[in-house]
C-alpha cells in the first residue's frame, strides 16, 4: 500500500489540492469502496496483460483531492518504459473542451456572442452553400449547391450544428468531399484551414442536425482572429499557463521528453480508415482546436478541477459558474428539433453542451447521475466531471481501436464503486 500512497501524494503535488465540498445542491457524494477499486484495478491490469493496450493511467479526483490514481502497464511496447504520470498523451478531441473554454471567455468579455454569425470573423463564411444530392431523370446523382436558411453561428460551432462533417464516416457526395480533402492529414495553419473549409458546402443547414465534425478547428481560428494571436499563444496566455498546464501543446517540441511519449500497440495505430495517430513528436503547423493537443495526466486535471470548481482554481477565477452552468446544459434536447446524425456519439441518455455530452436522463438499471459532462479522444483518452458528487475522472490510454469498449466498461465499474 505504501507505493500507491506515494504515487497519490506525488499527484496531489502534480494538480494541486482544492478544498472539499459537498456534492451539488448541499446532496452528500457517493464515495468509492475500496471493493469498487479493486474491480476498477483487475479491469485495467487484465486489459494490458491479455495485449489489448501497452499501458494507462486513472485518476479519480474527489473534493479536490485524488481518491485513486494508478499507473498500469508501459508508455510503448518498444521501449518497455513504465508508465507514469509525467507521460504525454495523443488527447485528439479532448483538445475540444479547452478550445470551448477560450471561446467563452470571450463571450464573458463582450467580444463575441453565441448568435455571432461566423461570417463576422471568417468573412470566406458568408459565402457557405449547402449541398444537396439530387436525382435527374436518367437517374444520375448531382450534387446541388442551396443557399443557407440562417448563417452559420458561433453556437453552432460549439454544439457541432453547423454542417461541417468530418467526412470520414456517413457516406454521401459532400462527405466523400470533406474526406479528399484530406483536412485531418493538411497541417494547414488555422488561418488556411478555415479557408479552405469554406470552399466546401456544408452536410445540412446549420441549426437542423448535431454531425460531429470540424466546427471546433473553425472556432479555433474564430479565437485567433479576436484575440489576435495564435491559438496556442492565447491558450498559454489565458488558461495553460496560469493553470500550470506546462506540458500540454500541439506537439512534443523537446527531444529530451520523447521518451515520455505513449503509444497504441504496433497493430492499432488507425484512427480512421484513411488516417494513422500522429508522430507527435513532428513539428506542426497547425493547431487544430479540435483534436490537435498532447499533455499529461496531470496537467488534464488542473483543467478538470477548474471546470468542476465553477471556473476558478487556486485562487484565479477564469469562468463565471453562470458560464460554466451554460456550457454543461444540454443545447440540443427535443424542444431544439435539431435532430442527431447516426453516429451521434453522446448516445441516447446525454445531449450537448457547449463543448461537452451532458447526461440527461439516466441510464436503465443504474443511478448514474444527470448533468454529468464529459467527452473523449480517438486515441483513447476520456474525462467525465460528476457535480452531483463532486468529483472527476481522467483515463489517459492510446488505442484508437478498444476505446469505445473500455470507457464503456470503465465508467460502469466506477460508478458500481459508488453504489451508483
Not at 442527431?340 to 450537448?352: I, K, Q, V
Amino acid at each position: 500500500m505504501s507505493g500507491r500512497r506515494a504515487l497519490i501524494a506525488a499527484l496531489v503535488v502534480l494538480v494541486g489540492v482544492v478544498g472539499a465540498r459537498a456534492g451539488s445542491e448541499g446532496r452528500p457524494a457517493h464515495s468509492l469502496s475500496p471493493e469498487g477499486l479493486a474491480k476498477v484495478s483487475d479491469y485495467i491490469r487484465n486489459e494490458v496483460a491479455t495485449g489489448k493496450i501497452p499501458g494507462a493511467i486513472l485518476l479519480l479526483q474527489q473534493h479536490g483531492k485524488p481518491v485513486y490514481y494508478e499507473n498500469f502497464g508501459v508508455r510503448d511496447v518498444a521501449t518497455g518504459i513504465s508508465m507514469s504520470a509525467d507521460t504525454i498523451f495523443r488527447l485528439y478531441s479532448m483538445s475540444k473542451p479547452v478550445t470551448s473554454v477560450m471561446a467563452m471567455m470571450l463571450v464573458e468579455e463582450g467580444k463575441l456572442a453565441l448568435d455571432d454569425p461566423v461570417s463576422k470573423y471568417i468573412p470566406a463564411f458568408a459565402g457557405m452553400k449547402v449541398g444537396v444530392e439530387k436525382k435527374a431523370e436518367d437517374g444520375k446523382v448531382a450534387l446541388a449547391l442551396e443557399p443557407l436558411d440562417r448563417p452559420v453561428t458561433i453556437k453552432d460551432l460549439l454544439c457541432h450544428t453547423s454542417g461541417l462533417p468530418y467526412g470520414y464516416y456517413g457516406g454521401g457526395a459532400v462527405r466523400e468531399l470533406y474526406a479528399e480533402a484530406n483536412l485531418f492529414d493538411s497541417n494547414l495553419g488555422n488561418a488556411d484551414f478555415a479557408a479552405k473549409i469554406a470552399t466546401l458546402p456544408l452536410v445540412e443547414q446549420p441549426g437542423t442536425v448535431w454531425d460531429y465534425g470540424f466546427s471546433t478547428d473553425v472556432l479555433g481560428r474564430v479565437v485567433e482572429v479576436i484575440s489576435g494571436k495564435t491559438l496556442l499563444q492565447f491558450e498559454r496566455e489565458r488558461l495553460l499557463d496560469p493553470l500550470g498546464m506546462t506540458e500540454t501543446a500541439f506537439f512534443v517540441a523537446d527531444p529530451a521528453k520523447f521518451p515520455r511519449i505513449a503509444e497504441p500497440m504496433p497493430g492499432d495505430r488507425n484512427i480512421n480508415p484513411t488516417t494513422q495517430v500522429r508522430d507527435i513528436r513532428l513539428p506542426i503547423t497547425g493547431e487544430s482546436g479540435g483534436g490537435g493537443m498532447v499533455g499529461t495526466v496531470g496537467d488534464y486535471a488542473r483543467f478538470a478541477q477548474m471546470l468542476l470548481n465553477g471556473g476558478t482554481y487556486e485562487g484565479l477565477r477564469y469562468l463565471k459558474p453562470e458560464t460554466i452552468a451554460l456550457m454543461a446544459s444540454d443545447h440540443v434536447g427535443p424542444e431544439t428539433k435539431i435532430a442527431r446524425d447516426h453516429n451521434y456519439y453522446p448516445g441516447g441518455n446525454s445531449g450537448f453542451g457547449l463543448g461537452f455530452a451532458v447526461r440527461t436522463s439516466v441510464p436503465s438499471g443504474t443511478s448514474w447521475p444527470t448533468g454529468e459532462y464529459r467527452w473523449d479522444g480517438v486515441g483513447g483518452t476520456f474525462f467525465f466531471i460528476d457535480p452531483e458528487d463532486d468529483l472527476f475522472g481522467i483515463f489517459m490510454v492510446q488505442t484508437p481501436s478498444q476505446r469505445g469498449r473500455i470507457q464503456l466498461a470503465l465508467k460502469t465499474l466506477i460508478y458500481q464503486a459508488m453504489g451508483r
